[in-house]
Nanobody
Framework: QVQLVESGGGSVQAGESLRLSCVGS?????MGWFRRVPGKEREGVAA???????SYADSVKGRFTISADNANHTLYLQMNSLKPADTAMYYC????????????????????WGQGTQVTVSS
């Protein structure tokens, strides 16, 4: 297991930007960002693989960017042009059990999860 701590959430107006950070207790090659709205299923937002390849949900393509600072065990999610529909609790997740895998948006493959950071976008 890897311990993950997210930060960077907050309340913003539509059209503004936020950058989420996730610091891990150890380096993990494959990581992702997910979000959940009360009453709905958890949604994969963005993922990054060991080789830097990324994958995004259609709803965030062109607006969100996932990146990793491997030396500092930190994962980022740059969120631009935020919309009210992006309002959710955002979670960082890691796959410490695999290395040679592609970026995955399916939550069931992730073994370690952070506690979440709330993002609220008002119109």
């Amino acid at each position: 297991q890897v311990q993950l701590v997210e930060s960077g959430g907050g309340s913003v107006q539509a059209g503004e930007s936020l950058r989420l950070s996730c610091v891990g207790s150890d380096y993990t090659a494959n990581m992702g960002w997910f979000r959940r709205v009360p009453g709905k299923e958890r949604e994969g937002v963005a993922a990054i693989a060991y080789d830097g390849k990324t994958s995004y949900a259609d709803s965030v393509k062109g607006r969100f960017t996932i990146s990793a600072d491997n030396a500092n065990h930190t994962l980022y999610l740059q969120m631009n042009s935020l919309k009210p529909a992006d309002t959710a609790m955002y979670y960082c997740a890691a796959r410490p059990d695999v290395v040679w895998a592609g970026p995955a948006l399916a939550d069931y493959v992730y073994k370690s999860w952070g506690q979440g950071t709330q993002v609220t976008v008002s119109s």
